[in-house]
């Protein structure tokens, strides 16, 4: 008896909603770099008495390898486009936005697309690169939405992603 009850409650929590882009690009990305920076490692063992080899080597392998590397981990990190539960939707930038600040959700063209009911909240978070003006901007341009998501970075299409996103919402 006390199973069931312990499990009735466990099958009502309702994982988050992770919606992360395509990654195909970033792993061609990651393996060019490694043969790159696997090339420059080569021609570093081989040409250990020409200096004009060891600079190209040494090079390859910096800025293919540790250049490349520090960047696709980034890239990597910033694919995970939106998070949805029950408090609201946290963007891949960092910011929340609560469903109580959160107007509509829907399709803008070939786009998820978020109406905010005040930028205030989210403004203050700070977002990177996102100002008054240009979220005015988006809203005029995407059919009245503030923060949208073409469905290239979405992996599925805008028609899918706004029913999971609106299915996910308390």
């Not at 081989?46 to 590397?69: E, K, P, R, S």
């Not at 469903?99 to 978070?125: E, F, K, M, T």
């Amino acid at each position: 008896m006390h199973n069931r009850a312990y499990a009735g409650l466990v099958s009502d929590v309702r994982p988050p909603l992770v919606i992360i882009g395509p990654r195909g690009r970033l792993v061609i990305l990651a393996i060019a770099c490694a043969i790159a920076a696997a090339m420059g490692i080569v021609i570093v063992l081989l040409n250990q008495q020409n200096l004009t080899a060891l600079v190209v080597g040494v090079a390859a392998v910096g800025v293919f390898g540790v250049g490349g590397g520090y960047s696709l981990i980034g890239q990597w990190r910033r694919s995970r486009l939106l998070r949805v539960d029950d408090a609201g939707i946290r963007l891949g930038d960092g910011a929340s936005l609560a469903w109580r600040d959160i107007d509509r959700v829907g399709v803008a063209g070939p786009a998820l697309g978020i109406r905010l009911r005040s930028a205030d909240a989210y403004l203050s978070q700070r977002p990177r690169g996102v100002t008054v003006e240009s979220l005015q901007a988006t809203r005029r341009t995407w059919s009245g939405f503030d923060i949208v998501f073409p469905e290239r970075d979405l992996g599925m299409t805008a028609t899918a992603a706004s029913a999971a996103v609106r299915a996910r919402k308390p």
